[in-house]
């Protein structure tokens, strides 16, 4: 297969370092796509104003890094309920560890094992929702997922789904460098709730892409690890057709840099879709958060709720924007980013943005950051609660917003255990 040289040697580089993954099957002519547009558009760099407060170069960059393996609760955090376990292991497959895929009303395939095949229902979403996504800023890392990634899972919900499907990532080195590209169909009428959980690689790059039928509901949680080296970017772009359902959230502590991107179309009259997003860090920790929803359909309802932790020095950041196209009325768009800072070294970057065509909409954005709130710490430390812990207390609290978007109370209460557990270790 031959494509034009690129421009870019970067691009140049990262496309010759691996194997074509496609065998001439259903996915080949979106990888084909894909290439393209990532020698098209380069790699992202800091002249991007879209990466204007985020350094992409550890993502961009040939060799992978080295993040150091830990003992991890990850996996764990979800194993009291009932579930349907997919394990990947630095990013491949684990059959081993991994439940029976098969079950009624849900199909769930892997990428890597249907490539062969002429035709698939994947076809129509695989690269195409990402192709979308691309405008009206580019995304090239999530092009260059489609062009390379060499596995994924393919699930297809057709009924109302009553146990989660959950995707547990393992590393047992510390120099993996992986891509995954998820599929998920969610058809007219039926329900799924997908969990994540783990670190995927030493650097990773994920794309999901969600498409929701009519009246369909569609649940995600994504708990990303707690290594401090790791290197992750993700997109989740997602299309709603009338009446459905999107509601996505996002725990994500630690981690040397960490860029998601979510970007919905709210296509059919009626839809709701939220996405949230709370995180903790410390250091050189670097995490951004970067959602872009179009309302294109009457009567749409849209959330965004992101709350970040920062202290010695971590740099939180908050891109967001509301697209309300003319024909679009009695459009709900909300969207508010906060950060606590808990020193003078850290730092909250944000740009909400609202863009509205329609006349009869209720739109409203906001973003803050500032310090813990003293005379609440010294409420606390004045029934003898320490500092350190009272200090975390007022973190719950302050991250109980975004949490509170996981509407199921059981899953709500494993995301504020896991975290309690981890701020517990860190002050130790």
Not at 78 to 99: A, R, T, W
Not at 163 to 183: A, E, F, G, S, W
Not at 327 to 334: C, E, N, R, S, V
Request: net charge negative; hydrophobic share 40%.
């Amino acid at each position: 297969m031959g494509f034009a040289k690129p421009s870019n040697a970067l691009v140049d580089l990262w496309l010759d370092r691996a194997e074509n993954p496609t065998d001439q099957g259903w996915s080949e002519q979106q990888r084909v796509n894909a290439r393209a547009r990532v020698q098209s558009m380069g790699l992202p760099n800091r002249r991007d104003e879209y990466w204007r407060y985020t350094r992409p170069d550890r993502l961009t960059e040939a060799a992978a890094p080295t993040a150091a393996l830990l003992s991890s609760e990850d996996q764990a955090i979800f194993s009291g309920f009932d579930q349907i376990k997919i394990v990947f292991v630095d990013g491949v497959f684990s059959p081993e560890m991994s439940d029976n895929l098969e079950g009624q009303e849900l199909s769930i395939e892997l990428l890597s094992q249907t490539q062969a095949l002429g035709e698939h229902w994947a076809s129509d979403i695989f690269g195409k929702l990402e192709t979308a996504g691309q405008s009206p800023v580019a995304r090239p890392l999530a092009a260059l997922n489609t062009a390379l990634a060499d596995d994924g899972v393919l699930v297809h919900a057709k009924g109302a789904i009553s146990k989660p499907v959950h995707l547990i990532y393992l590393r047992q080195n510390q120099t993996c460098d992986v891509m995954l590209h998820h599929i998920v169909k969610v058809d007219s009428g039926a329900s799924l709730s997908l969990l994540e959980s783990g670190s995927i690689g030493a650097r990773s790059n994920l794309v999901l892409e969600t498409d929701i039928g009519a009246a369909g509901s569609f649940r995600h949680i994504r708990i990303q690890g707690r290594d401090h080296q790791r290197l992750a970017a993700t997109h989740h772009f997602a299309r709603l057709q009338q009446e459905s359902t999107f509601k996505s959230f996002t725990l994500t502590a630690n981690g040397a840099l960490t860029r998601n991107e979510c970007v919905i179309e709210l296509l059919g009259d009626d839809g709701v879709a939220h996405v949230a997003g709370a995180c903790v860090g410390d250091g050189d920790f670097v995490h951004d958060d970067t959602v872009f929803v179009t309302h294109d359909a009457v009567g749409c309802e849209s959330r965004q709720v992101f709350k970040k932790v920062l202290r010695n020095g971590a740099t939180g950041v908050f891109q967001g924007k509301i697209l309300v196209k003319q024909h679009a009325q009695k459009t709900d768009g909300y969207q508010i980013s906060q950060s606590l800072l808990l020193d003078e070294d850290s730092q909250f970057l944000a740009k909400p943005e609202l863009e509205i065509y329609a006349d009869d909409v209720a739109c409203s954005h906001g973003s803050t950051s500032g310090a813990v709130d003293e005379d609440a710490l010294f409420y606390l430390r004045s029934r003898g609660v320490p500092q350190a812990m009272a200090t975390d207390m007022l973190t719950l609290s302050f991250l109980a917003e975004a949490v509170n978007e996981i509407d199921d109370a059981q899953l709500r209460e494993c995301v504020v255990e896991w975290l309690e557990g981890w701020l517990a270790r860190r002050r130790t």
